[in-house]
């Protein structure tokens, strides 16, 4: 029994709840990663796991033997990249997710250079608008916007990104430009409701150091970045977003910026990974890149 191998294969089902979840992460047949916990728990003489028709558990003594295993596992991704030949250079996989439009306007565009650095680095970028569950989805790393709750998650804090409204040329054509809060209801925004609990979000703007929420009449409502902005250059409404995710539209003249005095308060932008007493060299190399590659984008601290 190769049992590092068998040590991957348990703490992978242990942290995806699933022996076919892990099984799928790990590119194995199912039966294989079956066998090898089977034979594991014989070879240490005692259930590591609660197995049912609807669900798996781990035993006390599995709990345990998780901890260690994820020590170890730790311990031995730190040694390989301090020792490998060839100075540390990071190898494997790193399955990243960030928001749609953050993996498309900036993510993408710089990652020729990441990966010149680590030409031995293989990256998966997943992009979607939901919270993924990094672990049980093997996900590395994500970007995530806004406010960050979930206890099995490291957070790491790269800052705010700056804000703005905006709105199409064509609908201030036919609805005027507003010039202060008050003059908003008789405009129309375009609504956006979080993908995850389906709200809908306030109108929110800074007031003399102070948060405001208005609740705008609006005729769309989108839960994907993409169409919120999309809805905006086809004139349906004011929207509010990063300024980096505009900047294009707003040079070439398909957006114009709309009540500067009344912006967005910053949307806070982390850096998320399951936790761990050891950070991998391949998040930790991401991680540092992307906090310089959106830098220039963070409101002042």
Known sequence: MDQLQTIRMFVRVAETG???RAADQLQ????????????????????????????MQLTPDGSDYLDWCRRLLDEIEQAEARFRRGGGELRGRLRVD???????????????????????????LGSTDRPVDLVGEGVDC???????????????????????????PGYLARHGTPRGAAELRRHRVVAY????????????????????TLRLRSQVTVNSAETYAACCLAGLGI?????????????????VEVLPACVPPPLPLWAVYPGRRHLS??????VTWVEALFAPHLAPA
């Open 18 to 20: 699933s022996f076919t």
């Open 239 to 255: 929207i509010q977003v990063p300024a980096y995710d505009v900047a294009d539209e707003l040079r070439a003249g398909r957006l």
């Open 142 to 168: 994500a970007i995530r916007v806004g406010e960050v709750r979930s206890p099995h998650l490291v957070a790491r804090r790269l800052g705010a990104l700056r804000q703005l409204n905006c709105a199409s």
């Open 98 to 124: 960030a928001p749609s439009r953050i993996a498309r306007r900036l993510l993408v565009p710089a990652l020729p250079g990441f990966l010149a650095r680590h030409p031995a680095l293989e990256l998966e």
């Open 193 to 212: 409701a979080s993908p995850l609990t389906g709200r809908v979000e306030d109108f929110e703007y800074l007031a003399e150091g102070a948060r405001r």
């Open 281 to 286: 060299p391949r998040v930790r190399a991401f």
């Open 28 to 55: 194995v047949p199912r039966s294989s990663v079956s066998t090898a916990i089977r034979r594991l728990e014989e070879h240490l003489d005692t259930r590591l796991i609660h197995r049912t028709t609807r669900r």
